[in-house]
C-alpha cells in the first residue's frame, strides 16, 4: 500500500484551511500565519513525493520554499509596523480606501458588542513610615 | 452498515461539508453564538476525513507504529489549524500555529527528513513565532475589535476552501483508484519491494559465502546468492516468472534516472559474469575467492539502495545544494540580503515625518 496519497491528503487540507483562513480572517498577522499554513502543506507535498521517488530534490526545494517564507515573514512584519504606526491597527478592512475603482466597499453592519466592564486592578493605600531616601535620591534632589 | 456509508467519494463530501459548517459556525462574529455545534460539526468532519483517509488509500503504512504517529501528527495539526483560523485571540492563535508546525515536522520525520524538520523547528517555532508574538504584543488592542471579532464573508470562504480540499482530494481519489486499474499515473519505483527482498537474500548469502571455511561450503552458498541476484539484473534467459529489471524498464528507456539504473544493472551483470571467470581461476586459495565474493556483495548491497532516500540526510542535503544548486543558494542568499535592508527602510522613521 503507498502511503504517498495519505500525505498528499493531509497537505491538501492543511493548504485548505489556510486558504479559509486567509479569505476570511481580517487580522493581517492571522491572514500571514494562515499564508505559512498553505506552504506547510505545499512542503508536506514536495516532501511526500522526494520520499516515493528515492530522490533529495524535494527536500531541497523545501529548503528554499523556507529561506523565501523567512523573506517573506521579514517583509510582512515590517509592513504590518508601518500600516499599524499610520492607522493604529491590524484591521485589513481598513486599508480599504486603495481598492481598485469600481469595486464596492464592504461595510460592517452588525455594531460590535459593548465592551465588558473590566474592573480596575485593586490598589493599596498609602501606610506606614516613609522610608529614608537613599544616597542617590538625596544626591539627585 | 449501509454502503453508501462506505463509499469514499460520499464519505469526501461528508467531511467537505461537515468541515464547512463546522468552520463557518466557529468564524468570529460580532454577536455572541454558541460554539458547541461548531466544534461538534469540525470534529464529526475531521474523524469523516480520517474514515476516507481509511476506506480510500487503505492503511497509512505497513508498520502500526508509523500508523499511530501518522494519525497522531496529522489529526493534530488539522486541529490546531481549525484553532488558529477561527481563533478570536490572535495570540492565541499564534500558539495554534506553533503546533501546527510541530505536528507537521512529525509528518517530516515520517517522510524521512529529518534536518528540515530540525530547520523548520528552528526558523518557524524559534523566529517566526517569537517576533509574530513580538508585533502582536506591540499593537495591543482591549475589548472587542473589529479585526478580531469580524470575518470576510464566513460561509463562502470556508465554502471555498473547503470546495478545493474536496475536490484535490477527489482528484487524489481518482488517481488512486487508476492505479489500481493498471493505468498508471504516477511512474512506480523503479526497484519494487520484492526486488529488495531478493537482493537483501543474494547479499546474506555472499555474507555466509565469505565466513564459510570450506571452499564447497562457500561455492554452494556463492551459487545459490548468484542465481537470485541474476534474477534481478540478468538478461532474461533464466525464464523465471520474475522478470529482470531491464525489461521492466525498456518501455521508458529514455528517461535520465532509468538510464543511470540500467547502466548500473549492466555493471553489476558484468561483475557478476567476471567473478565467475575469477573463482574458476583462483583454484583453492580461500583468501583470493573471499575478495572477489566481497566486491560482488558491497555493489549487490549499493544496487539495492537505488531509488532509496540516502542514509546520510544532512551530508545529501548539503552535497546537492552545492553542487547542482549552487546557483540557487546564491540567489537565496542575496534574496534574504535584499528582504533584511528592505525591511530595514520601511520601518525607519523619517526625521521630517516625526519633526
Known amino acids: 500500500m503507498i502511503s504517498l496519497w495519505h500525505f498528499l491528503s493531509v497537505g491538501a487540507a492543511l493548504f485548505g484551511l489556510g486558504l479559509v483562513g486567509f479569505l476570511t480572517r481580517r487580522n493581517l498577522i492571522t491572514m500571514f500565519l494562515c499564508a505559512e499554513m498553505m506552504l506547510q502543506g505545499v512542503v508536506l507535498n514536495f516532501l511526500a513525493f522526494g520520499r516515493y521517488h528515492g530522490d533529495l530534490s524535494g527536500q531541497v526545494i523545501s529548503l528554499f520554499i523556507i529561506a523565501v517564507a523567512a523573506c517573506e515573514a521579514g517583509l510582512a512584519l515590517a509592513l504590518f509596523l508601518m500600516l499599524y504606526r499610520r492607522g493604529r491597527t491590524l484591521d485589513s478592512g481598513s486599508w480599504q480606501n486603495v481598492r481598485e475603482a469600481g469595486v464596492p466597499a464592504s461595510i460592517d453592519r452588525e455594531p460590535l458588542p459593548k465592551p465588558e466592564y473590566i474592573e480596575p486592578a485593586p490598589t493599596l493605600p498609602v501606610a506606614g513610615l516613609k522610608p529614608k531616601p537613599t544616597q542617590e535620591e538625596t544626591v539627585r534632589a | ?355
Not at chain 2, 467531511?15 to 468552520?23: F, I, M, P, T
Open chain 2, 1 to 355: 452498515m449501509p454502503t453508501a456509508l462506505q463509499d469514499p467519494l460520499f464519505q469526501l463530501v461528508l467531511a467537505a461539508v461537515l468541515g464547512a459548517l463546522g468552520v463557518m459556525l466557529l468564524l468570529p462574529k460580532p454577536q455572541r453564538q454558541s460554539r458547541t455545534l461548531g466544534v461538534f460539526l469540525a470534529m464529526a468532519g475531521l474523524a469523516v476525513f480520517g474514515a476516507f483517509l481509511y476506506t480510500a488509500f487503505g492503511r497509512p503504512m505497513s508498520d502500526s507504529i508509523a500508523d499511530v504517529l501518522f494519525c497522531i501528527f496529522a489529526a493534530v495539526a488539522l486541529l490546531s489549524g481549525t484553532l488558529l483560523v477561527t481563533q478570536r485571540n490572535p495570540a492565541r492563535g499564534a500558539i495554534a500555529f506553533a503546533f501546527v508546525i510541530l505536528s507537521t515536522c512529525g509528518l517530516f520525520l515520517l517522510l524521512a527528513a529529518p534536518f528540515l524538520m530540525a530547520a523548520t523547528i528552528i526558523i518557524y517555532m524559534g523566529a517566526i513565532i517569537v517576533t509574530f508574538l513580538f508585533v502582536l504584543m506591540l499593537s495591543h488592542v482591549v475589548g472587542p475589535s473589529d479585526e478580531n471579532d469580524r470575518s470576510r464573508e464566513p460561509l463562502l470562504g470556508s465554502l471555498a476552501g473547503f470546495a478545493f480540499i474536496g475536490l484535490i482530494c477527489f482528484t487524489l481519489l481518482q488517481g488512486h483508484t487508476n492505479i489500481a486499474r493498471a493505468e498508471t499515473a504516477l511512474p512506480q519505483p523503479m526497484l519494487t519491494a520484492n526486488d529488495r527482498s531478493l537482493l537483501a537474500e543474494a547479499s546474506a548469502d555472499f555474507d555466509r559465502a565469505i565466513a564459510a571455511e570450506e571452499i564447497a561450503d562457500a561455492f554452494k552458498h556463492y551459487g545459490s546468492g548468484r542465481a537470485k541476484l541474476l534474477l534481478i539484473v540478468g538478461q532474461g534467459e533464466l525464464n523465471s516468472e520474475h522478470p529482470p529489471v531491464r525489461e521492466r524498464l525498456s518501455a521508458m528507456r529514455t528517461e535520465p534516472r532509468t538510464m543511470a539504473l540500467l547502466k548500473q544493472t549492466e555493471g553489476l551483470r558484468v561483475l557478476a559474469n567476471s567473478t565467475d571467470d575469477k573463482l574458476l581461476n583462483a583454484g583453492i586459495d580461500l583468501n583470493q575467492f573471499r575478495y572477489a565474493i566481497k566486491l560482488l556483495r558491497d555493489q549487490t548491497v549499493i544496487y539495492s539502495g537505488n531509488g532509496q532516500l540516502p542514509a546520510r540526510n544532512v551530508a545529501n542535503i548539503g552535497y546537492i545544494l552545492y553542487s547542482e544548486h549552487i546557483l540557487s543558494v546564491e540567489l537565496a542568499g542575496t534574496l534574504l540580503l535584499v528582504a533584511t535592508i528592505g525591511a530595514v527602510t520601511m520601518t525607519q522613521r523619517r526625521k521630517e515625518a516625526t519633526a
